[in-house]
C-alpha cells in the first residue's frame, strides 16, 4: 500500500463507527489484500484489505476493510469513500466500503450460496456453507447502520451478513457457538447458514481467520431493551403510586420467558461442548481476576473507593465457596440488548463475547451466572435510565420514582430467574451470581466515567445496593 493509500485508509479508519481504537494513535503497519472479485466488463475489482494498526507501545490490532475499487468516482457511495490514490496493482482507483455498495455486496452471499472459494493459494477466501436453507441471491442489499464494533448488511427478507471488523486468528466463538446452537436445533437463535475464513499470517501461513457470518434474518425481531424501556415508560405515564405488576405494560412474563430461554441455550452448550470443574484453585483465580479489576476501577472512578472494602469481601466469598463449580461456554456478553423478540419466541443473538478480551479468553469455559448477572444488571439499567429520562423531562424526581424503578427492576429479575430455574432445575448460586454481579457494574462504572458519565450513578446506585 502507497504512503498516499496508508494517510487516507488512517483516516477513514479513525473515524469509522467500528473502531475500536478511539482517542488513541496509531500507524498503519503491514496490510494484505484478498480479491473477491477482479476487473472485467466494467465490473469493479473487489476485494478484502487486512489492515495492521500499530498503537503506541506496540500493540497491533488487525482491522477487515471489504473494499470495492472503481475507476470512476460513484456519488452515490460518497458517505463511504475509503479515498482515491495510484494503486500499485489496478493503477487510479477509487476505494469504497463494498458493504454499502449495492453492486458488491451481493458477491457474499452469491459466493456463499456456492460454497465457493474466492482467491488462489495461501490468499483464498473460503464461503463455507451450512444448513440446506436456499438463499436468496437476488435480494437488494441494505447496509444495517446499528452496529458498532462490526457491520451487517441484509439481503431482502431472507439473510444477514455479520463482517467481524476487528480480526482476530483463531475461531470466532460467535461461528463457533452459533454453529453448535443451530445444529442443535435450538428455536433461541437466527439460524446459521454460513461463512467465510481465510488463513492468517504473511501469505496466509498461519491459523484460521473468520471473516463474517450469514444467519437468518430476524424480520419481526424487537430489540429487548428497546421491549424493556417501553413497558418502563409505560409504568412511568401511568404516573401515581400504580406498581409494575399493575401497570399496563408488566414485562414480567416475557422476562420469565427470557430466563427459560437463557436456560435452554445453556443446556445445548453444555450438550455440545461439555463442561469443566472449577477447584479451589480456579475460584482463588477468580476472585483475583475480579478485584484487580476493582482495584483498576478505582484509578478510574474514585467514587468506588467507599465500597470497596465490602466488594473485596463479596468476591473474598467466591473463592471460599463450600463446593466445586461447574463451568461451560456460555454468551460472555448476555444483555438485553443482545436480545431480540419475535412473533413466536425470544432470539438470543451476537456470540462473540466481551469485544475487549482476547479471543481465547471469550472461548473458555465460564459459569452461566456471568450470563445471568448480565441480564439482572440490563433489567436494573433500564429501569435507572427511564427514571432519569422521566426526572429530565419533567424536570422532577421523587421518591416514588426511585420506588417505581426498583420495583420494576426487582419484579422482571425475579421474573427471569423464575424462569431461568424453572427451564434449568438449577437452585441459584447467590455467592456467585452476586459477585459476578458486583463485577458487571464494576466494569459498567469504567465504561460510563469514561464514554457516558452523565450515566455513571447507575452502576455506582447498583454497586452500593450490592455492597450494602
Do not use: C
Request: proline share 3%; charged share 25%; no cysteine.
Amino acid at each position: 500500500m502507497t504512503p498516499e493509500a496508508r494517510d487516507q485508509v488512517h483516516r477513514f479508519v479513525e473515524q469509522a463507527r467500528w473502531f475500536g481504537g478511539k482517542g488513541r494513535t496509531f500507524e498503519i503497519g503491514a496490510t494484505r489484500r484478498l480479491v473477491l472479485q477482479e476487473a472485467a466488463d466494467g465490473v469493479p475489482t473487489v476485494g478484502v484489505e487486512l489492515v495492521d494498526l500499530v498503537f503506541e507501545g506496540g500493540e497491533t490490532d488487525t482491522y477487515q476493510l471489504p473494499t470495492v475499487y472503481y475507476a470512476t468516482e460513484q456519488e452515490q457511495l460518497a458517505h463511504a469513500h475509503v479515498g482515491s490514490w495510484d494503486d500499485e496493482e489496478l493503477g487510479p482507483v477509487h476505494a469504497y466500503d463494498a458493504l454499502h455498495d449495492h453492486a458488491s455486496a451481493p458477491l457474499w452471499v452469491r459466493s456463499l450460496a456456492e460454497g465457493a472459494t474466492r482467491g488462489e493459494g495461501a490468499d483464498a477466501v473460503r464461503f463455507v456453507r451450512v444448513g440446506d436453507h436456499e438463499l436468496d441471491v437476488e435480494a437488494r442489499s441494505s447496509f444495517f447502520s446499528g452496529q458498532q464494533s462490526n457491520s451487517s448488511v441484509i439481503f431482502g427478507e431472507d439473510s444477514l451478513l455479520k463482517v467481524f471488523r476487528r480480526v482476530t486468528p483463531g475461531v470466532n466463538p460467535d461461528i463457533e457457538i452459533l454453529a453448535a446452537l443451530s445444529e442443535a436445533g435450538n428455536e433461541n437463535v437466527a439460524t446459521l447458514y454460513g461463512y467465510v475464513e481465510t488463513t492468517s499470517g504473511p501469505g496466509g501461513s498461519g491459523e484460521v481467520l473468520q471473516l463474517g457470518i450469514l444467519q437468518q434474518f430476524l424480520r419481526t425481531a424487537s430489540d429487548g431493551f428497546d421491549l424493556a424501556l417501553a413497558s418502563l415508560r409505560g409504568l412511568f405515564g401511568d404516573g401515581g403510586d400504580m406498581t409494575a405488576r399493575e401497570a399496563g405494560g408488566d414485562f414480567a412474563s416475557e422476562s420469565h420467558r427470557l430466563g427459560r430461554a437463557v436456560a435452554q441455550m445453556h443446556a445445548d452448550l453444555t450438550a455440545a461442548f461439555g463442561t469443566e470443574t472449577w477447584d479451589r484453585a480456579r475460584l482463588d483465580a477468580l476472585t483475583s481476576a475480579m478485584t484487580a479489576r476493582l482495584d483498576a476501577a478505582l484509578l478510574v472512578v474514585p467514587g468506588l473507593e467507599e465500597h470497596a472494602d465490602a466488594l473485596r469481601a463479596i468476591y473474598a466469598r467466591v473463592g471460599d465457596h463450600p463446593r466445586d463449580v461447574a463451568a461451560q461456554r456460555v454468551h460472555g456478553d448476555l444483555h438485553l440488548g443482545q436480545t431480540l423478540r419475535t412473533v413466536s419466541s425470544w432470539k438470543i443473538i451476537d456470540f462473540e463475547g466481551e469485544p475487549a478480551k482476547p479471543l481465547e479468553e471469550r472461548r473458555q469455559a465460564d459459569s452461566p451466572w456471568r450470563d445471568v448477572a448480565g441480564m439482572l444488571r440490563s433489567f436494573d439499567y433500564a429501569a435507572e435510565l427511564t427514571r432519569l429520562d422521566h426526572a429530565q423531562a419533567t424536570g422532577d424526581s421523587d421518591h416514588h420514582d426511585a420506588e417505581r424503578s426498583r420495583d420494576w427492576s426487582s419484579r422482571n429479575s425475579e421474573a427471569f430467574l423464575a424462569g431461568y430455574r424453572d427451564a434449568s432445575g438449577a437452585s441459584v448460586d447467590q455467592v456467585l451470581l452476586t459477585a459476578y454481579t458486583a463485577d458487571k457494574a464494576v466494569y459498567e462504572a469504567v465504561y460510563e466515567a469514561r464514554n457516558r458519565p452523565t450515566w455513571l450513578p447507575i452502576p455506582l446506585a447498583a454497586l452500593a445496593r450490592i455492597a450494602s
